[in-house]
DNA sequence: ATCATTTTTAAACACTTGTTTAAATTTGTT
DNA sequence: AACAAATTTAAACAAGTGTTTAAAAATGAT
């Protein structure tokens, strides 16, 4: 018997999509309710709150991003290799949930967000033992010196905007949706050279 | 006399710190009404409705957005140096205004953005001529040959992503916003130094 | 089958929202 | 000063919102 013929799976899973597309503010708990073809009474019936279901909805979200990203780095690979790896898995991921890098983005920038929803993120991927790899091939001189602030934004940079301003891509190239998919593929491509080619000079 | 002490201005002016903070749906003709120090009705008196308030303050944002882009463009540089010039204009930029791009890029994913504000982004960009300057660059080996759209998105990647991810940045590194404005400028340097090295490899 | 518990339904509630209305006030024109 | 036009104010309106309530229906336990 499967778990998501539930009530609660059914609304929890029609929140998920809602939320993720149109973000806390920009839906209703009866949008919610009439995606999951059930009465709106049953939010507060199984989660409390309109609140309450969007930070289990949160919290779902950050698992699943995060689950096979920590996958990636517990390979028994070469560093650089990783990072290719996770690149291309952040690829791969965003393109079948394309809405998840902006509705993470924009909900950790509210104030409402649960402090219960931040997430120990740092905490959960420092556990792979990726953070102590980059350190070592710093020393070594595998890795580029520069500091972990800085090589995590370049790689999210260049793996989530893509996906957060597909809009505004569109819109400036005046493309579909097909086309910017197909260009993504290539666009990968580049930013695994740029990047590998900036983080792992040794390699030149 | 200023003109930012009308009626009208005040209304605008106030819903653009509004708008560029909470979005379209995060937030209510009153609230924009009690940031002016208006009464809400004068929205429907000077804008007509809250959308046409939206389409002004979108549109009055882009503009700004671009203008100073521009002047970088139509500057007598050589391209390299000019791309060195957008990037440190576009840090600049939003520096001062962190909620920008945040906000374009948002509300160009939104359906209801009307489309007479899907501003002719590439046309406004293409008459300082800055295209025809990669295309020939790239045709003598100065540039990558890339294709356009890549290039446009590597730039906004990594120039847009750090502002546009604060929240979730902060988490992950548990910094402040001192702290943050900090890395961002050292960052900054990392990103030229990366971009401008992929761009323009022949100057390895 | 009976009863207890849980789930579902639909309506109600109090508040918020964008908009409209009508009257009061202010400004502009002669 | 008189009148017209524009602006402002405050209330009203209709619809939407998150939540609560009470009753009906379904499920579980004996």
């Known amino acids: 018997m499967s778990k998501d013929t539930t009530t609660e799976a059914?609304?929890?899973?029609?929140a998920k999509?809602?939320?993720t597309n149109k973000g806390f503010s920009g839906c209703s708990s009866?949008?919610?309710?009439?995606?999951?073809g059930m009465n709106v009474a049953l939010v507060n019936y199984y989660f409390r709150s309109k609140e309450q279901l969007f930070n289990v909805v949160f919290h779902?979200?950050?698992?699943?991003?995060?689950?096979?990203?920590k996958d990636v780095f517990r390979m028994k690979q070469p560093l650089e290799t990783k990072v290719r790896l996770f690149i291309e898995r952040?690829?791969?991921?965003i393109t079948?949930?394309?809405?998840?890098?902006?509705?993470?983005?924009?909900?950790?920038n509210r104030c409402e967000v649960g402090d219960s929803n931040k997430q120990f993120i740092m905490d959960e991927i420092a556990e792979t033992g990726i953070f102590e790899e980059m350190h070592q091939a710093q020393i070594t001189g595998e890795m580029r010196k520069i500091d972990l602030f800085s090589a995590t934004l370049i790689l999210m940079s260049n793996c989530h905007f893509p996906f957060i301003a597909k809009g505004l891509m569109q819109e400036i190239h005046h493309i579909d949706d097909e086309k910017y998919a197909q260009q993504l593929v290539?666009?990968?491509q580049y930013v695994i050279e740029m990047m590998i080619g900036y983080l792992f000079p040794a390699k030149k």
Chains 1, 2 share one sequence.
């Open 10 to 14: 059914k609304i929890k899973e029609a």
């Open 17 to 19: 999509r809602v939320f």
């Open 30 to 36: 009866r949008e919610i309710a009439k995606e999951a």
């Open 60 to 69: 779902t979200v950050m698992d699943d991003f995060m689950l096979s990203m």
């Open 90 to 93: 952040e690829y791969e991921f």
């Open 96 to 108: 079948k949930h394309p809405e998840i890098p902006g509705f993470i983005v924009s909900e950790m």
């Open 186 to 188: 290539l666009h990968k």
